[in-house]
């Protein structure tokens, strides 16, 4: 008898000195699956950073599956009481989470550190973590997307690359047409090796063309979805016309060959239809750079702004952030590593690893911190837009997908496959509007 | 494992048999002891079954009469999850492409599997190796299956164009071409026949071997000894290869879900992915549970049917 109170006051003495160890606090931080690896790795390396200048806290990062807009995982655990402290979340999705009762209202937490966090960051990444005027999330990093081309292929076809310089603006789409045609290669078979340009490949999104021609997806005055709005219109109408001249068929085959649409994420990053030269031109963002540093770093690139009608500067930028789940064991801990993941130390460290834009402004001006193909990302932020943050905005985007898909089929026209978008996404946006 | 239940479930029923039985006779002691020690050996099962299928099931259809994301209380709002559904094409898109890959999945499975068995059961030394080799695809998960495919499908680099191209059948765009992309996931579904294709071999060497031996008397075929003795004797097996074949048809998911994402042109989008959508994408969990319990009975409805037909081509009679 003696000896066994011997033995369990040994492994007690061990599990306190082990596990409540210097009496640390755990935060389980989430990271989903569809994350890039660069962008893993610089969480982690902030996840480090943190315990490191915080003893008493430690924080365990985990990656499990889920994406931009699935959640499941996220949505199981939570509801169960396993679900993490803190999850990087789809900025854009923010507001639907907020919605169903995901995340916990920052508001108490940000009084109580007595600083107004809506003063430090831009304008448009702090639009998209509030739901009804509260913050749920805090932005962690940001983007721009432009038209990257291939020198080497342009040259090759004896095409002045000097008519993409920026400082000419962003060439009209009919011109663009022109030129990029010139670089489609066909086999004996009539199939396609080379596109010039496929407007939908990488982050060619219905939102990408929406806006380059002027066009808005949310009134949010009226809170009406305005998918059929003429700007919105019209660039659908790019798409299906681009589609139409290329052979919907033959360019679907080619994209499903070289890009294995949308299972993309099967394809190693060193097969993507631009590092291979199977395109000249895609519109991607900034991200780009901590992948091709790996394994293009030789492409001779450059990038110019989204071609549009009218001289439009347009872009729009998307982003992660990071937020508070219902449940959170530690809510103060877990406030603390938002704070810090998402402040000025967390974004150095995703700009540095993962070729991030920041969202703090006083960050944007620290010149040191950016390589300098940063400079036109940087430039073009004061002039882009975001998806509409919307409860109902993963519903928003996957119909806005499918109506891009039935439009670069030609299986609708734009205005049909757009009117279908509305009508399924402002049924449930009603519920929300007041 | 599914056996194994259907047994179990057997069980409960005969106990509560027994039961009304025990009410219109005189209980004996003896054998409500029985009664009591019989529930009690599968207690551990009617716990599992009200747990994590009656609870489950009878709850579903609750939250389907809801509006509820997954998150605070579900507000009770009656029928309009279904008077929604019933308005919502994209439902009926799913509900069509799920029969259309079970009308031909189920079928071409049973016919897969039977081949399969036949090739296990022939007589030769190496017979072993040839059962293991035919049943190795089916370990395979479904997901580890279906990422495979997407290489092997590949309109221009694939093996399964390539091999098609000796043929000279011109390269087909399987996951992108709306005509195809259904086929494409029936055909995932065949590598998991090996599964089915062992309880067809175990029925195979059930049938005495002395109805061969009298065919072959009578001057019989192997054609004709597979089609009167082989195949009328296979029907049970095949009664419950379509039953189990049509319950996972009608919640085929994760082919679609890695493989396509219910594209191109929701020609893929199957009821189970759908529910997945909106429960987990669009936080409509009460939608979602509406699908489900629509799914479920007709999934019920489905079953039923086919063992009510069973009676007039499930052959029991092996003597």
Known sequence: MKS?????????????????????????????SSLAATEKNAYQKAAEEFGQ????????????????TDVAKLMTAVRSGAGPDVAVVDRFTIAQRAATGLLVDLTSLMKKEGKDLSQE?????????????????????????????????????????????????????????????????????????????????????????GYAFGGSFFDFANCKVTATDPGVVKGYQFLYDW????????????????????????????????????????????????????????????????????????????????????????????????????????????????????????LMQNKDLFAPEYSFFLSLLPVSKSRPPLPVGALYWDRSKEAEEAVITNSKTPEEALKAVVDAVQPQMDRFCK | MGQGNCVLRWSFVSAILMTMKLRRHRRVAKDVRSLLLGLLFISPWIFGFFLFLAYPVFSNFHLGMTEYSGFGEPEWIGLKNYQELFHDSLFWTSLYNTFYYVILAVPL??????????????????????????????????????????????????????????????????????RFSKLAIVLVAQFGAGQIALIFLAALRAIPSHLYDAASLDGAGAW????????????????YDIIIGVGLGLQVFVPAYIMTDGGPLNSTMFTALYIYKNAFEYGRVGFAAAVSGLLFLINATVAVITFWSSRYWVNYNLE
């Not at chain 1, 291939?150 to 000419?168: M, R, T, V, Y």
């Not at chain 1, 299972?263 to 199977?278: K, Y």
């Not at chain 1, 031109?281 to 450059?302: C, Q, R, S």
């Not at chain 2, 164009?161 to 000796?166: A, S």
Request: proline share 6%.
């Open chain 1, 121 to 209: 960051y831009s304008e448009g990444p702090w639009r998209e973590v509030l739901y009804q005027n509260k913050a749920y999330a805090l932005p962690t990093n940001t983007d721009a997307r432009v038209l990257f081309y291939n020198k080497q292929l342009l040259k090759e076809a004896g095409i002045d690359s000097s008519e993409f310089d920026p400082a000419k603006g962003p060439m009209d789409p009919k011109r663009f047409q022109e030129i990029a045609f010139k670089l489609n290669q066909t086999d004996s078979s009539g199939a396609y090796t080379r596109i010039g340009f496929v407007p939908w490949l990488e982050q060619g999104w219905g939102y990408t063309w």
């Open chain 1, 243 to 362: 589609a139409k001249a290329l052979n919907p068929q033959k360019a679907r085959t080619f994209v499903d060959t070289y890009w294995q649409w949308p299972a993309v994420g099967t394809l190693p990053d060193a097969q993507m239809p631009f590092f291979t030269g199977r395109v000249a031109f895609v519109i991607t963002g900034n991200w780009i750079f901590a992948t091709m540093k790996e394994v293009a770093p030789h492409l001779d690139y450059g990038v110019t702004y989204i071609p549009a009608p009218n001289g439009l500067k347009s872009t729009w930028s998307g982003g992660w952030s990071v937020a508070i789940l219902q449940g959170a064991k530690n809510v103060e801990a877990a406030y603390q590593f938002l704070r810090f993941v998402a402040g000025e130390e967390g974004q150095s460290l995703l700009v540095k690893n993962a070729a991030s834009l920041p969202t703090i402004k006083a």
């Open chain 2, 224 to 239: 004709r000894k597979f089609w009167y003795i082989t195949l009328p004797l296979l029907t049970p097996t095949i009664l």
């Open chain 1, 4 to 32: 066994q109170l011997k033995t369990l006051f040994a492994i007690g003495s061990f599990l306190w000195f082990t596990g409540g160890a210097y009496g640390q606090t755990e935060i389980k931080f989430w990271l989903n």
């Open chain 2, 109 to 178: 499975g049973v016919v897969v599997a039977i081949v399969l068995a036949l090739a296990m059961n022939q007589r030769v030394r190496e017979v072993s190796t040839y059962r293991a080799l035919l049943y190795i695809p089916s370990i395979a998960p479904t997901f580890a299956l279906s990422m495979m495919l997407i290489w092997i499908l590949n309109p221009r680099y694939g093996l399964f164009n390539y091999i098609l191209g000796f043929l000279h059948i011109p390269a087909i765009n399987w996951l992108g071409d709306t």
């Open chain 1, 53 to 68: 200048k915080n003893p008493k806290l430690k924080v365990n990062v985990e990656v499990v599956p889920g994406s931009e």
